[in-house]
Each structure stands twice: as structure tokens, then as C-alpha cells.
């Protein structure tokens, strides 16, 4: 099965596990700690084969319990304070540096087994979202962005996007569009952290959410600001701030370069 294209990333270095994070960290640090997080997922998915619904809450899998214990288990060893979809926030601090996870963004794919699914981090200060990774588990590449540093796809640096006519756009989309606003095709993939990466890389020319407060912050941050550092704008469909820190937030993100963005948030706006 395709489980066993899930390989851990190379060619980072480890922090002391005692190393306590405040806003004053370096990026390389920080960047370098998120990568080790998302490679105890990996490798705690080797062992994994329980791939149905936890028997927890509703529409939770083994699989997102699995992967949230991994990726705490890093996390808080380094001493840094946690909002995870599966347990809300956890660890010490005062809110100045939040890493926002997703253990496992695409659950349902990965229990089918469908190949878009992905661990996502992005850790935010008071400033916004700092520092990203996404982690595809299926096709074991990984994107990653650092605030103003640019983002790479697998250690290469990613090309600026540029703009994509509405007639011409392949779109991804969450929810069902209730209408065709003028792009050329749509696809519906189920992992929100993948599909604004695949925005970023050119697989997709932009996203919109067509479903009602369904994401919160650990969906689409990470993704967020690999987006942003190759120049695709992301917000939110109603204008309200996409970088939260409170579980029970929830966002319609969108995605697309240049004023293809402006054209889906008219056409999402005009669908509520």
C-alpha cells in the first residue's frame, strides 16, 4: 500500500529537547523543530494499522490520535505550547509562540485509503504565522515557508505565482458550489492543508471553501503561509483574521494570486 511512501525528511539537524521556545527563537530553529515533529508522525505511522474511526468523538480516526501523540510528544518536549485539533491547547506559555497542528488534515482520505492527506504545523506569533510545514504522507514530500524567508517544496525554493484568469482556473474547493462562477474546472480533495499547497506549487491555480465555518486554524495555516511566501493571497471569504489561536474559531479560507482572488470572494460572498 501506499503507506510505505511515507519516508521521514533529511537533513535536519535536532535541538536539546529541554530548549524552551519564546518569540525571540531563531527561524532555523523553530523551522528545524517543526520538521522533527512532522518526522515522529511518519515514523509513528510505520508502525500503524488502524486506519477506522477512533470510537472518541465523532468523525475522529485512530489514525488522528496516533499522529497527535507523536507530534506532542516532540513539541512539548521542546517546550513549546501547542493548539492541536485533537486536544485544544496544550503546554506552557503566554501565548507569544503557538504552534498550530493538524496531526492528520485528510483523515477520512487516508481511512479509504485515498492519497491526499498530510500532518500540518504552523507555528504563529504576534505577528502572524511565522513558520510552516505540510507534510504529503502519501507521496512523502514536504512543503515548508518561513515569514519572508520564501517557501520550498522538498528544500527547493518555490517561484513566485502569477495570476490565473477566472475562464482559465482549476480550482480546489471544499463544500459543494452551489453554482459554475466562470472557472474552467474545480476539484473537491478533501485536505485543505494540501490543497492551498498545491495552490502554492501550480498544481492548483486557487481554493475556495464552499462549506459553512467548517475549518479552523490548523487546516489551513500551514498552507497559509507557504501560499503567501510565493505571492498567492490568502483570506478569509468575510474578512475576518485567519490567524487564530482559539479552538473553537472557525474560518472560510480562500486562495488565488493576483485578482483571481478577488473574483472568488465576490462569487463565495455571492453563494452565502
Known amino acids: 500500500m501506499f503507506w510505505s511512501l511515507c519516508v521521514a525528511y533529511s537533513?535536519?539537524?535536532?535541538?536539546?529537547?529541554?530548549?524552551?521556545?519564546?518569540?525571540?527563537?531563531?527561524?532555523?530553529?523553530?523551522?528545524?523543530?517543526?520538521?522533527?515533529?512532522?518526522?515522529?508522525?511518519?515514523?509513528?505511522?510505520?508502525?500503524h494499522d488502524d486506519w477506522g474511526l477512533?470510537?472518541?468523538?465523532?468523525?475522529?480516526?485512530?489514525?488522528?490520535?496516533?499522529?497527535?501523540?507523536?507530534?506532542?510528544?516532540?513539541?512539548?518536549?521542546?517546550?513549546?505550547?501547542?493548539?492541536?485539533?485533537?486536544?485544544?491547547?496544550?503546554?506552557?506559555?503566554?501565548?507569544?509562540?503557538?504552534?498550530?497542528?493538524?496531526?492528520?488534515?485528510?483523515?477520512?482520505?487516508?481511512?479509504?485509503p485515498l492519497p491526499w492527506f498530510a500532518t500540518s504545523l504552523c507555528v504563529v506569533d504576534r505577528e502572524g504565522a511565522r513558520a510552516a510545514v505540510v507534510h504529503d504522507h502519501p507521496a512523502g514530500v514536504r512543503h515548508d515557508a518561513v515569514r519572508g524567508g520564501g517557501a520550498r517544496l522538498d528544500g527547493v525554493l518555490l517561484s513566485t505565482r502569477e495570476p490565473v484568469d477566472l475562464s482559465d482556473a482549476i480550482v480546489g474547493v471544499n463544500?459543494?458550489?452551489p453554482?459554475?462562477?466562470?472557472?474552467?474546472?474545480?476539484?473537491?480533495l478533501g485536505a485543505a492543508a494540501l490543497d492551498l499547497c498545491a495552490v502554492a506549487d501550480g498544481r492548483l491555480d486557487a481554493y475556495v471553501d464552499y462549506d459553512h465555518e467548517a475549518?479552523?486554524?490548523?487546516?489551513?495555516?500551514?498552507?497559509?503561509?507557504?501560499?503567501?511566501?510565493?505571492?498567492?493571497?490568502?483570506?478569509?471569504?468575510?474578512?475576518?483574521?485567519?490567524?487564530?489561536?482559539?479552538?473553537?474559531?472557525?474560518?472560510?479560507?480562500?486562495?488565488?494570486?493576483g485578482s483571481l482572488f478577488d473574483d472568488l470572494v465576490a462569487a463565495r460572498r455571492a453563494a452565502s
Open 11 to 47: 537533513g535536519v539537524s535536532e535541538f536539546a529537547p529541554d530548549l524552551w521556545f519564546t518569540a525571540a527563537v531563531d527561524d532555523a530553529a523553530l523551522l528545524s523543530v517543526l520538521h522533527e515533529t512532522v518526522d515522529a508522525v511518519v515514523a509513528a505511522f510505520r508502525a
Open 54 to 112: 477512533s470510537g472518541g468523538r465523532d468523525g475522529q480516526y485512530a489514525s488522528d490520535l496516533v499522529a497527535d501523540a507523536a507530534a506532542l510528544a516532540v513539541l512539548e518536549g521542546h517546550g513549546i505550547q501547542v493548539l492541536s485539533e485533537e486536544s485544544g491547547l496544550v503546554g506552557k506559555g503566554d501565548g507569544a509562540l503557538v504552534a498550530v497542528l493538524d496531526p492528520l488534515d485528510g483523515s477520512t482520505n487516508a481511512s479509504r
Open 179 to 188: 453554482v459554475n462562477p466562470g472557472w474552467a474546472q474545480y476539484r473537491a
Open 175 to 177: 463544500g459543494l458550489p
Open 215 to 257: 475549518h479552523g486554524g490548523w487546516d489551513y495555516l500551514g498552507g497559509m503561509l507557504v501560499c503567501q511566501e510565493v505571492g498567492v493571497t490568502v483570506g478569509d471569504a468575510f474578512g475576518r483574521d485567519l490567524v487564530t489561536t482559539a479552538h473553537g474559531d472557525r474560518r472560510t479560507p480562500i486562495a488565488a494570486p
